[in-house]
């Protein structure tokens, strides 16, 4: 797959309808840089750097709270995941995972999720990084799909995002559906206050969606295994359910 076309396209927002190549045997791809969760200091400085300077572009106010690493780094239920170039160990993006297993999640504090979200088990994604590199734009995407990955496996049920246009578009590219719809933009406490539009992904049904759509990321997503992706976190802060055990084998297999 043309992953510099995967990510225009996306880019751009997807067309209504668009052509899907092939399905491809399951194969294992090798990227030029890897993505691992977090599970030391030195590698949480450099998603830290990662994250100040990346805010520092685009938000200039918030970046400046973004110096240092945050309670929810270390906290329970959560974990950075870290993308490093293969080649000299450069930190390429950085994305932060909440889950709502010890407590509520971040956007939680800014807004009341809908009721059919209730009693599940949700992740939040927050502090998506990515340098200018050429390499920007995969490296955003196989970060959401490590994300998707650490979702799969432990269990959640939805993944929940707040965005800021362009991302935005992205991430309706993807599938995601709009928690409110019709509504406008919520002002996010987490996120210095801007407003963001609060996008949803049901984890169980993933595949199906995304083939049923034709989507183009079908097969880099589900049939295509990247050993340069690793989200395994320690137990104590993701603690693993037979149903996140049965999901990991099969994506493993």
């Given at each position: 797959m043309d992953a510099r076309l995967t990510m225009e396209t996306l880019g751009a927002g997807l067309p209504a309808e668009f052509a899907m190549p092939a399905r491809m045997a399951d194969r294992v791809e090798r990227l030029p840089f890897t993505i691992r969760a977090v599970s030391d200091h030195e590698r949480l400085q450099k998603a830290v750097s990662v994250r100040y300077r990346a805010y520092g572009r685009h938000v200039p106010g918030l970046a400046e709270l973004l110096r240092a690493p945050e309670p929810n780094d270390t906290a329970a239920g959560c974990v950075v995941l870290l993308a490093e170039s293969r080649l000299d160990g450069e930190?390429?993006?950085?994305?932060?995972?909440?889950t709502n297993r010890f407590r509520p999640l971040a956007i939680e504090a800014s807004t009341t999720l809908p009721?059919?979200?209730?009693?599940c088990t949700l992740a939040e994604a927050t502090r998506l990084a990515v340098t200018q590199e050429r390499t920007g734009r995969l490296v955003k995407t196989m970060l959401f799909k490590a994300f998707w990955m650490y979702c799969a496996e432990e269990g959640i049920d939805w993944m929940v995002i707040g965005a800021r246009s362009p991302l935005d578009r992205m991430y309706a590219g993807l599938l995601f559906a709009d928690l409110f719809p019709g509504e406008p933009?919520?002002?996010?406490?987490?996120?210095?206050?801007?407003p963001h539009r609060i996008l949803g992904f049901e984890v169980d049904t993933a595949e199906e969606r995304?083939?049923?759509a034709r989507h183009p990321l079908f097969d880099l997503f589900v049939h295509t295994r990247h050993p340069d992706i690793s989200v395994a976190v320690e137990a104590s802060r993701a603690p693993a359910t037979a149903r996140a055990t049965e999901r990991h084998a099969a994506l493993a297999a």
């Open positions: 930190p390429l993006g950085t994305m932060r995972i909440q009721a059919h979200l209730a009693g933009p919520v002002a996010l406490k987490h996120a210095g206050d801007l995304w083939q049923a």
